[in-house]
Structures are given as structure tokens and as C-alpha cells.
């Protein structure tokens, strides 16, 4: 892929950074506000040309690191963060060092936040599948990625070129269920870009181990009817998704996409090993309400 996209450190399950090429072309030429409603892991957003970006997400921790990495330099945040994994003793090995931090970010009580934030991301970066996953009671519980995951010169890289961009866009942090969000606001040189939890396929964020529910048929409804009701008031929308998946398609989305625009996605889920040569083979798509129309 180009590599003029930049690339989130938080290596997100569900991330569209290999796709962006297909994406963020399709986006509108002038955007006043783009809100990425399900940010995760802000790979979009953060590749965006907008006057304002708004970020939101359902994972308060989440949405707090974000807003860490927008506050403060590059170099500030790779040595604070260098500076705490060095302290926690954290390599690929050392599963008790892991295991100490993990309990301290659940237990202790932190009197200041900041040391809170840079102990949840150096969690993240030790973490099994760098997966962020917590609890019925928020707590983490992601295991440790023992010889798999860990801080390195990629990582690094990856945070300067994030923070410094992040640096130089307006953003706003919004800690909102997406039914929840405001979207009264939203004027026609606005866009919203959806990327929600698949309802037909699962990743970590979708198997009720993240403190939120799991993404369900009423939810799916309501994004679909917020994204009409957008539609209805001149606002362009875009939905990322899958209308097939493990032999399972998603009626209600299928049929609601008829209204729009749907680009099909290449080669993500359908590469190298994994390719079945069955007509039930994952179609993962963009569905917009502006543009060219390119059905299957
Ligand atoms: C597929 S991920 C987004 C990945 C992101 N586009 C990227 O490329 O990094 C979906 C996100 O939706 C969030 N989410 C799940 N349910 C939500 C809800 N009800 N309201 C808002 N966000 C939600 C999850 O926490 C997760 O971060």
C-alpha cells in the first residue's frame, strides 16, 4: 500500500490502516467536521483532511490516550513512555513484570492521571495481540503477548509520525456511546464515517470482554436509522462493514444498503491462506450516500 497514510500505535483489531487506500479516497473533497464515530484506533481520522475531527469512542481509557497523544509532543511521549517501561522492568519475557503492571493499573489508585494513561498504553504494548480488553468491571484482562509483543523501533516510529500529526489537527474527544452523540450539530459540509463493531463476525471488541455490550441487532438498527436520519438533512455519511462473513450474511444491512452506494472492498479478509473459493466468501464494504455507485 501507499505509504503516505500514517499508521495508529495502537496496532487495533478491526484497524482499516490496509485499507485506508481504498477508503479515504472515496471520502468528500472538502470536509468542515469529520467525526470518526467509532474511532478505536483513530487509523482513519488521524489520515484525513478535515477542518475539524472529532473522535469518539465508548472506551473512556481509550478516548483518555487519544487525548494524551494529542496534548503532548512526540518526543515527550516516547520518553515517558520509554522511561516507564524501563522502570516496570517490561520486556518480551518477563511475564511477571506484566502481570504487576496489570494488577497496579487495576488496583492502585492513582492520584496522577497521566502516570494512569502511560500505564494502560504500556499495557497495550506488552499485551497479547496488542488487544484491549477489559472486564465486566472494567478491569484489564488482556493476557501478555509473551515473545510476540513489545516496544520497538516500529512502535517508535509509529507514535512520532501519529503524535506530531496529531499535534497539528483541530480535534475533539468525545467519550459517547454512538447513540449517545450529538449529531444535531452536524452541518452539510460535515461527515460522519462509521466503524462499528461487525454484527456478523467477531473480534475482541465484540465478545462482551470490553466492559461495553456486545454489539447487538437493536444497535445495528440504530446506527442504520442515525445514518437515514443524516441522510435526510444533507449530511454525508460513510459505513464501513461486512455484508458477508463466515458463511453468514447481514440481511438487514444488505437490504438497507440498497438505498446507497456500495464500493466493495479487495483483498483484505480474502488474502493468502485464508482464501476459500466459495461464493460465501467475505465482502467487506464502504456504503456511502454520495458518489458513484460500483455494485458487485
Ligand atoms: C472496528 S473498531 C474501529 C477501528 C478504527 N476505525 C481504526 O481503524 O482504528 C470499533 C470501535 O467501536 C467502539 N465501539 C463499540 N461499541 C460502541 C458504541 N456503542 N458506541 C461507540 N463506540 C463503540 C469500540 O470500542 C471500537 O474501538
Known amino acids: ?14 484497524g482499516k490502516y490496509k485499507i485506508l487506500d481504498q477508503i479515504i479516497p472515496k471520502f468528500p473533497k472538502y470536509i468542515h467536521t469529520f467525526v470518526d464515530l467509532f474511532g478505536g484506533g483513530f487509523n482513519v481520522g ?48 518477563n511475564t511477571e513484570a506484566f502481570l504487576k503492571l496489570r494488577n497496579k493499573y487495576n488496583h492502585f ?16 504494548l506488552y499485551s497479547f495481540n496488542y488487544q484491549i480488553r477489559f472486564n465486566q468491571n472494567m478491569k ?10 513489545s516496544y520497538n523501533q516500529n512502535t517508535k516510529k509509529n507514535i512520532k509520525k501519529f503524535v506530531d500529526k496529531m499535534n497539528s489537527i483541530n480535534l475533539k474527544i468525545s ?9 444535531s450539530k452536524l452541518e452539510k459540509d460535515d461527515f460522519v464515517y462509521c466503524d462499528p463493531p461487525y454484527l456478523i ?24 436509522q442515525i445514518l437515514d436520519n443524516l441522510n435526510s438533512r444533507g449530511i454525508k455519511f460513510a459505513l464501513s462493514n461486512v455484508l458477508v462473513a463466515n458463511d453468514k450474511r447481514n ?40 458518489g458513484e455507485v460500483e455494485n458487485e
Open 251 to 290: 440481511e438487514i444491512l444488505t437490504e438497507w444498503s440498497k438505498k446507497y452506494n456500495v464500493f466493495i472492498i479487495k483483498n483484505t479478509f480474502n488474502n493468502s491462506n485464508y482464501r476459500r473459493k466459495s461464493k460465501n466468501d467475505t465482502i467487506e464494504v464502504l456504503i456511502t450516500n454520495y
Open 1 to 14: 500500500m501507499d505509504t503516505i497514510y500514517i499508521k495508529s500505535p495502537l496496532n487495533y483489531v478491526g
Open 175 to 183: 467519550k459517547n456511546k454512538f447513540i449517545d452523540f450529538d449529531f
Open 46 to 93: 488521524i489520515n484525513v483532511d478535515a477542518d475539524n475531527v472529532i473522535y469518539n469512542d465508548v472506551i473512556e481509557p481509550l478516548c483518555e490516550l487519544i487525548s494524551y497523544f494529542s496534548d503532548k509532543s512526540s518526543d515527550e511521549v516516547i520518553n515517558n513512555l520509554e522511561k516507564n517501561i524501563e522502570k516496570n522492568n517490561l520486556n518480551k519475557e
Open 140 to 149: 484489564y484482562n488482556t493476557p501478555f503477548g509473551k515473545n510476540r509483543s
Open 109 to 124: 489508585l492513582y492520584s496522577n492521571e497521566e502516570e494512569k494513561i502511560l500505564d494502560f498504553y504500556t499495557l497495550i
Open 201 to 224: 463476525t467477531t473480534g475482541s471488541y465484540n465478545d462482551g470482554n470490553r466492559g461495553v455490550k456486545d454489539w447487538t441487532i437493536e444497535d445495528e438498527k440504530e446506527l442504520l
